[in-house]
Each structure stands twice: as C-alpha cells, then as structure tokens.
C-alpha cells in the first residue's frame, strides 16, 4: 500500500502527542496516513507492552489510519546505526510516502532526537540504488520521501511551519487519551511520571494554543524542516 504520509517515532504515544492533528486532517482530505512506532516503549514507568500495543491500536483506529505497525527496536537501547536504518529503510520501501514525519531533532527524552536522527538517515538512504533490501522474499524499487519534517515534543523549538489543526483539536486529544496508562487518570495507582502530571496535559493544550494563535488560528502543530519550504505561488500561502 502506498501512503501520502507516514509519521514515524520512536514510542508508541509520541506520534498523538507530536502530530495526530496534520494527520487527521490529511486523512480528512482523502489522504493515506500511517504510524510506524520504532520501539514497544517497554521501559517506561508506567503500563505494559500489552497495554501500549492495545493502546496504539486504539489510538490509530479514531484516527482511522491505513496502517499501524511498530519495529519492536530495544526502547532506549535502539541505536542509529546500519542494522536499525535498514530496518527502517525496509519501511519507507514497503509503503513509498510522499511525506515523512519524525521526532524532534533534540528533546528531553534521549530517544526521541536519536529516533529522529535514524529516521532521517534512512529516508535519504532508501533512495539508494545500491542499496539492496527484501521484504517477505521479494526485492524491493529504491524510494525517498519528498520531505520529512520534524515535529515539536517537550523542549519547545521554533517552528519552521505550523498547521492549523483546529478542526481536530478534539480528535487529538482523543487519540492522546487513548493512552490510559501514561497520561493523567486519579485512578492509575502506578508511579506518577514526567507525562502523568495533569499539568503535562495542560502543556500539550497551551503549546497547540501558542502555535495556533502564531497562525491566527484556535490550535496548531508546530514542525520543523531542513530545508527550506517552497511554494509556486504567495497566494498558497493565504
């Protein structure tokens, strides 16, 4: 299956959190949008492989992706390295999306930059003809992705662009919630953490409401990119 947009990050949880907004309006748009998480995030505080692999399948379901999938990569062990960027490159190959989203380029989380950095990597190597991969016993055509931009997590970066997600404010933040087990819930015994916080959730709407407002628009994602942004005409841009 060929996507328009595959996001691609290191947790399941991240992508919700990071741009599930730019994708349900692709997806609004009659786009085809998939989530590739690299690891099962089996060493966080809270919740279980179990409970992360039930709660993605939840989460990409109210999104309505096309496709789900996860690496199964060690979560903080993964390294950027050939083994993990073939792996990856395996991906791109497989579904050929036009547009690539990752994590961002530094954060508080160590996999999160490290993840972006593999990601990124992989997307210009995927488009090498030398480089020869097969999935399921079949060799697989050379694809590199238009563009691949990076979202925004914990550390606040300057954007490069912001998409106005207002719209889907509600959605996202139902995706985000489908994480029962990571995010704020009185009833969750399990150790309080970095993202349990009631005011972690309170930073997520204040940071969409702080990139909105930038665009004159109720909430946005903020996203950054390497190169610069091109348009045929200053109108697009209205």
């Not at 990124?120 to 097969?134: E, I, P, R």
């Not at 207002?166 to 995706?175: D, N």
């Not at 204040?206 to 109720?218: C, L, P, Q």
Request: charged share 25%; aromatic share 8%; glycine share 8%.
């Amino acid at each position: 299956m060929k996507l328009d947009l595959l996001a691609i990050a290191a947790h399941p949880d991240d992508a919700e959190l990071g741009c599930s907004g730019a994708i349900i309006a692709a997806l609004a748009q009659g786009k085809k949008a998939g989530i590739i998480d690299l690891t099962r995030g089996e060493m966080g505080t809270r919740g279980s492989v179990t409970t992360r692999d039930q709660e993605a399948a939840a989460a990409a379901k109210i999104m309505g992706l096309s496709i789900r999938e996860n690496l199964n990569f060690k979560d903080i062990y993964f390294s950027n390295d050939p083994e993990h960027q073939v792996e990856v490159v395996k991906m791109l190959r497989k579904y050929q999306p036009n547009v690539v989203i990752t994590g961002a380029i530094r954060d508080r989380h160590p996999d999160h930059a490290k993840g972006s950095a593999l990601v990124k990597q992989a997307c210009f190597m995927s488009g090498l003809s030398k480089l020869v991969t097969d999935l399921d016993g079949h060799r697989q055509e050379p694809w590199r992705p238009s563009v691949v931009y990076h979202f925004i997590q914990s550390y606040y970066i300057v954007p490069d662009l912001v998409v106005d997600i207002s719209e889907f404010w509600e959605r996202k933040m139902q995706t985000i919630k489908a994480f029962k087990s990571q995010f704020f819930d009185p009833g969750n015994t399990e150790p309080e953490t970095y993202i349990s916080s009631p005011d972690f959730m309170k930073m997520v709407e204040s940071r969409a409401k702080e990139m909105g407002h930038s665009i004159g628009a109720a909430y946005g994602e903020g996203f950054t990119v390497e190169r610069n942004i091109g348009v045929k005409n200053l109108l697009d841009l209205i």
